[in-house]
């Protein structure tokens, strides 16, 4: 017999009906997964956002990041050009950033975790106990001047390829904003 037949058809039909749904992009009434009868739940999407980076106030490895430096970037890549990363690691995506500007404090990204993924689920639940809000930009420098005294670095001009989920953010003040709403569900639980 095959694993098909074996199966009840509730089950079956079940986790069929949650494959169309979430590929057509239907989630229920509050964006956050329609449950099919008989199915496995739909994780809901969790919105993230926050300060990558802090213009005027350098970072640990004393770098300086000045107003301006993402201008260029943000132009050619958007957004969706942008890479969400798990811990500085490509093999890793965990997210999409929608929106990402520059403001006079820093480079300012909103978007969502996509807990469809295992290491998206961990980020949401870690995110939503408040044991993770670290935010830390994966970058080419393409013009940056060194204080030979002070040893800081002043950059100008940065080529940003990532953002990512951190534990230690360089930068202490690059972190999500207290009104990131990493909410997630337990596989298999019930909307009500």
Same mark, same amino acid.
């Given at each position: 017999?095959?694993?098909? $037949? ?23 009434? #509050? ?27 350098? #970072? ?26 798990? $811990?500085? #690691? ?8 929608? *929106? ?5 404090? /820093?480079?300012?990204? *909103? ?8 290491? /998206? ?21 393409? *013009? ?34 207290? /009104?990131?709403?990493?909410? *997630? ?8």
């Amino acid at each position: 017999m095959s694993r098909a $037949q074996t199966e009840s058809p509730v089950k079956r039909d079940g986790a069929a009906l949650a494959m169309r749904a979430l590929a057509a992009g239907r989630f229920g009434r #509050d964006g956050g997964g329609a449950e099919p009868k008989g199915g496995r739940a739909l994780v809901r999407p969790t919105r993230i956002s926050g300060y990558a980076s802090v213009f005027g106030a350098p #970072d640990d490895a004393l770098d300086m990041v000045m107003r301006g430096a993402f201008r260029r970037s943000l132009a050619e890549r958007g957004a969706q050009g942008i890479r969400f990363l798990w $811990q500085h #690691d490509p093999a890793r995506p965990i997210g999409v950033w929608e *929106s990402a500007r520059e403001d006079a404090h /820093g480079l300012y990204l *909103s978007g969502r975790l996509v807990t469809d993924t295992r290491t /998206g689920r961990d980020a949401a639940a870690l995110v939503a106990a408040g044991a993770l809000d670290g935010l830390s930009i994966g970058f080419r420098t393409r *013009s940056a001047r060194r204080d030979p005294q002070s040893g800081l670095r002043r950059i100008f001009d940065i080529d940003l390829w990532e953002v990512s989920l951190v534990t230690f953010p360089l930068h202490p003040m690059a972190r999500l904003d207290a /009104g990131s709403t990493a909410t *997630s569900r337990a596989p298999g639980a019930l909307d009500s």
